[in-house]
């Protein structure tokens, strides 16, 4: 077994590392992107997406999360990196079950992690290749061991699922390419549903037209760049188009990428500030693309002078129908199911970066709540709720499981047990939205208060624009 000690581990992911300048520079969004769609292909990943992530229906929360969890996991100081990596574990360990075609898939197999950690280092190299900086054969082989090193952090030590050096590394990739990937339902997803539905970024939510004009365009553009950048053997494998021009198009946009990334000041190609770009109020409007994320706010308002308005929604209630779509069907797939709530309560969990304790608590009283659902809702008993079933009975749900999570999440939420919610505690739940949402001027939030305003918005009774930032 291939053990890596904890000072090997200091020293990959110190000052020098490759691995955490790449993961920091904008277009690591490329590689990842394209990384993704790989894994997808692996059965086991794909059914496990399909089945529980929230990908599709959020994916900018996804992004940030991932985001946030990649630094965590190269993090210089150990103990963070440790505990992020249990914190992973705890999470692929409640994701299992069966896909359509009966087979097993389980989040803590080896050989599926060691593939996602496979793909990412491929696609970062293939990244360098396409964007005009093709690494020599020893950085190739050092940025291999941060990955590897990855691996063996999440597998306690043990990285021998993948090829011990780079030069090996190529064989098992391509045997893993030609015979093990399959055109699975998380693939045409991602480059056919994702691409052309994504919801708006923060920044844009509130300029619908602006972002379904950009979306037609970009959308289709994205999808061809992907495709494009993937190895011809897997396109062949799992008859993926050739678009005419996409190639030409995929090296113009890695190319690009690459030049501003080497040309353009510090700062301007990192991710902190796409993110800032994405959603101002994480950074509180500053950055050297605040001045273009202005003058897109500008270009939107006078959109919205030349367009008919759309009809007024309520941002007091939501009827229960759309109260179903927008909160509880958190995989999008039509109905309600544990994944659901489970979704729910890994984000709170990621938010909050809880230990194991207070995220098993978290977790048993969704679970609780899932099992009151059932009960009052499954009428054909058939393991999940469906929109029609919900709609029907939303009014006399009982609420005895929400006022029980809404009691672990403030446990969880109040970190120096003096039993209020202060506005630094309130704000790390919700990173956005907290002196927009809060009633009764105060800056802190007793038990009863938290409580209740928690069960005003997951019974659909009431908009709030901060639990909409958590969970919708």
């Not at 990842?32 to 900018?60: D, K, M, Y």
């Not at 120096?416 to 309130?426: G, S, V």
């Not at 800056?443 to 901060?466: E, I, K, T």
Request: glycine share 6%.
């Amino acid at each position: 077994m291939n053990q890596t000690t904890a000072q090997e581990t200091v020293d990959v992911f110190g000052p020098d590392s490759m691995l955490r300048r790449l993961v920091n520079e904008a277009r690591w969004g490329l590689a990842v992107t394209r990384a993704t769609v790989l894994e997808a292909a692996h059965p086991q990943i794909g059914t496990a997406l399909i089945n529980n992530s929230t990908f599709v229906t959020h994916p900018w929360r996804r992004l940030r999360n991932t985001l946030a969890s990649t630094q965590r996991m190269i993090d210089p100081d150990r103990h963070v990196r440790s505990r992020e990596a249990a914190r992973l574990n705890r999470l692929h360990a409640r994701i299992s079950g069966t896909d359509p075609q009966d087979r097993h898939y389980d989040a803590m197999d080896a050989e599926a992690r060691a593939w996602v950690i496979a793909t990412l280092f491929e696609s970062a190299v293939t990244m360098y290749r396409l964007s005009g900086e093709s690494l020599a054969a020893p950085a190739v082989e050092r940025l291999y061991t941060e990955f590897r090193t990855l691996l063996a952090l999440l597998e306690g030590g043990d990285s021998d699922q993948l090829p011990a050096t780079a030069q090996e590394f190529w064989p098992y990739y391509d045997d893993m390419v030609n015979h093990h990937l399959e055109n699975t339902e998380a693939v045409r997803v991602i480059l056919y549903r994702l691409f052309a539905d994504v919801p708006a970024p923060p920044l844009l939510r509130g300029h619908p037209a602006v972002w379904a004009a950009g979306r037609a365009v970009a959308g289709p553009v994205a999808a061809a760049i992907t495709i494009a950048s993937l190895p011809e053997s897997f396109c062949r494998r799992v008859a993926l188009p050739d678009l005419p021009g996409a190639r030409a198009l995929m090296h113009g946009a890695y190319l690009t990428t690459g030049l501003a990334t080497r040309l353009l000041p510090n700062g301007w190609m990192n991710v902190g500030s796409f993110m800032s770009l994405l959603d101002p109020d994480r950074t509180g409007g500053s950055g050297p693309w605040e001045n273009i994320r202005r003058k897109a706010g500008q270009a939107a308002a006078m959109l919205r002078l030349i367009t008919p308005a759309p009809d007024e929604v309520d941002q007091v209630t939501r009827s229960a129908d759309r109260f179903f779509a927008e909160v509880l069907d958190q995989t999008g797939d039509g109905h309600i199911a544990w994944p659901d709530l489970a979704a729910m309560a890994r984000e709170i969990a990621t938010r909050l970066d809880l230990d194991e304790q207070d995220e098993d608590r978290l977790y048993k009283a969704y679970a609780g709540w899932w099992r009151e659902l059932q009960t009052n809702l499954d009428t054909d008993g058939d393991g999940r709720v469906t929109r029609q079933e919900y709609a029907a009975s939303a009014a006399s749900l009982p609420s005895s499981g929400l006022v029980k999570i809404a009691d672990v999440l403030f446990d969880v939420t109040d970190v120096d047990d003096d039993e209020t919610i202060d506005a630094r505690e309130y704000q790390t739940l919700f990173r956005t939205a907290f002196h927009r949402d809060l009633t009764g001027g105060g800056d802190s939030y007793s038990r009863s208060a938290f409580v209740r305003q928690f069960l005003f918005f997951m019974s659909g009774q009431r908009h709030s624009v901060a639990y909409d930032s958590l969970l919708s």
